[in-house]
């Protein structure tokens, strides 16, 4: 079992940056490809990015402005957003699957965080 806790969230202005935590228990953590969806009020949860061992992989609305990466030997996953604009407001999640190749479905995800809040204001 793997338990999924995300923090960073806050209220920027556009332009702004702003970092994404999400720590992970357990200690197959390295072997997990993980990723992060958002969800913006009214819309559904959509991929936002997600890191494998060797691989990463971004949605087209967030190419070049985020970054994922993870810190094995702290068992947390990072989404580095910089250039936020407001419709990248949204509840940002953190995912992990029992798989080493990177997903972009959500049911190819067994494990959730409980999210974390981004509000972007212009």
């Known amino acids: 079992q793997v338990r999924l806790v995300e923090s960073g969230g806050g209220l920027v202005q556009a332009g702004d940056s702003l970092r994404l935590s999400c720590a992970a228990s357990g200690r197959t953590f390295s072997s997990y490809a993980m990723g992060w969806f958002r969800q913006a009020p009214g819309k559904e949860r959509e991929f936002v990015a997600a890191i494998s061992w060797s691989a990463t992989k971004y949605a087209d609305s967030v190419k070049d402005r985020f970054t994922i990466s993870r810190d094995n030997a702290k068992n947390t996953l990072y989404l580095q957003m910089n250039s936020l604009k407001p419709e990248d407001t949204a509840v940002y999640y953190c995912?992990?699957?029992?798989?080493?190749?990177?997903?972009?479905?959500?049911?190819?995800?067994?494990?959730w965080g409980q999210g974390t809040q981004v509000t972007v204001s212009s």
């Open positions: 995912a992990g699957r029992q798989r080493r190749v990177v997903a972009i479905y959500e049911y190819e995800y067994d494990y």
